[in-house]
């Protein structure tokens, strides 16, 4: 499956990176997968996005559950809790 | 006639001029409520030079119609307009307007302060604060979920 990542605030100052495309393997089936899978990448994205930290996901621009099932070319965003207003 | 407005700008804005663009023309209007946050100097003890506004376009007005939409579903409101600013901000800046019109003020009052806490807790934007010791992000506050969560038991 290939989807596009973007990265918002300290999540893509982190990793140094604000978006890019992904093919994932068969079993990335959810956004918690897809989070697990790119630690597995080390440095940065083991620490950026370890388990521990607490991280808000989007799906198609709609804020969501990790559990949520990803969808072909969709678009899925990682950032901080938000702060604005 | 009911009016919704969002804007995403890094412009100031004008609280008079705001106020009567979304009440022009609408005569069954008898109460208008509105919200100002403004940057402060100080935020847990650090002092704050400058503030810079981050926002996801796209997402941040899908999620700013949903929270709209769901206060007219709770309140009889008439109009709303929701202004946040984005980019550098100093101190005593305007960063984010609400206004609600609506025919009677407990109507207009509640709305306008379920958006803002909605707001807080939904809408894609993250501040990073200038202190005399580096640059910083803004955590989350814990009280921000809590006052969220209260209109869900209502």
Same mark, same amino acid.
């Given at each position: 499956?290939?989807? +596009? %990542? @973007?990265?918002?605030?300290?999540? &893509?100052? *982190?990793?140094?990176?604000?978006?890019?495309?992904?093919?994932?393997?068969?079993?990335?089936?959810?956004?918690? +997968? %897809? @989070?697990?899978?790119?630690?597995? &990448?080390? *440095?940065?994205?083991?620490?950026?996005?370890?388990?521990?930290?607490?991280?808000?996901?989007?799906?198609?621009?709609?804020?969501?559950?990790?559990?949520?099932?990803?969808?072909?070319?969709?678009?899925?965003?990682?950032?901080?809790?938000?702060?604005?207003? | 006639?009911?009016?919704?407005?969002?804007?995403?700008?890094?412009?100031?804005?004008?609280?008079?001029?705001?106020?009567?663009?979304?009440?022009?023309?609408?005569?069954?209007?008898?109460?208008?409520?509105?919200?100002?946050?403004?940057?402060?100097?100080?935020?847990?003890?650090?002092?704050?030079?400058?503030?810079?506004?981050?926002?996801?376009?796209?997402?941040?007005?899908?999620?700013?119609?949903?929270?709209?939409?769901?206060?007219?579903?709770?309140?009889?409101?008439?109009?709303?307009?929701?202004?946040?600013?984005?980019?550098?901000?100093?101190?005593?800046?305007?960063?984010?307007?609400?206004?609600?019109?609506?025919?009677?003020?407990?109507?207009?009052?509640?709305?306008?302060?379920?958006?803002?806490?909605?707001?807080?807790?939904?809408?894609?934007?993250?501040?990073?604060?200038?202190?005399?010791?580096?640059?910083?992000?803004?955590?989350?506050?814990?009280?921000?979920?809590?006052?969220?969560?209260?209109?869900?038991?209502?």
């Amino acid at each position: 499956m290939k989807l +596009q %990542l @973007r990265f918002f605030a300290s999540l &893509r100052e *982190g990793l140094g990176l604000s978006e890019e495309w992904v093919n994932l393997p068969a079993d990335v089936k959810t956004i918690a +997968q %897809l @989070r697990h899978h790119l630690t597995q &990448r080390g *440095g940065a994205w083991a620490e950026v996005l370890a388990s521990d930290k607490v991280i808000r996901c989007a799906l198609n621009q709609r804020m969501v559950k990790e559990s949520i099932a990803l969808e072909e070319g969709a678009e899925v965003a990682f950032f901080p809790p938000v702060t604005g207003g | 006639m009911t009016k919704s407005l969002i804007r995403i700008q890094e412009a100031d804005f004008d609280l008079t001029t705001e106020v009567a663009a979304l009440r022009k023309g609408d005569l069954q209007v008898g109460a208008v409520v509105t919200f100002v946050g403004t940057v402060r100097d100080m935020n847990e003890g650090n002092q704050v030079t400058e503030m810079t506004l981050e926002h996801y376009p796209g997402m941040t007005e899908k999620a700013l119609e949903d929270i709209i939409s769901q206060a007219k579903a709770c309140w009889e409101i008439r109009g709303t307009l929701v202004i946040h600013r984005i980019g550098p901000l100093l101190p005593e800046d305007q960063i984010v307007l609400v206004v609600v019109t609506s025919a009677h003020r407990g109507e207009a009052f509640a709305a306008c302060e379920f958006i803002m806490d909605y707001l807080k807790t939904a809408a894609p934007f993250w501040k990073k604060e200038d202190t005399p010791e580096g640059s910083k992000w803004v955590d989350a506050r814990v009280t921000d979920d809590v006052a969220m969560a209260r209109w869900n038991q209502k």
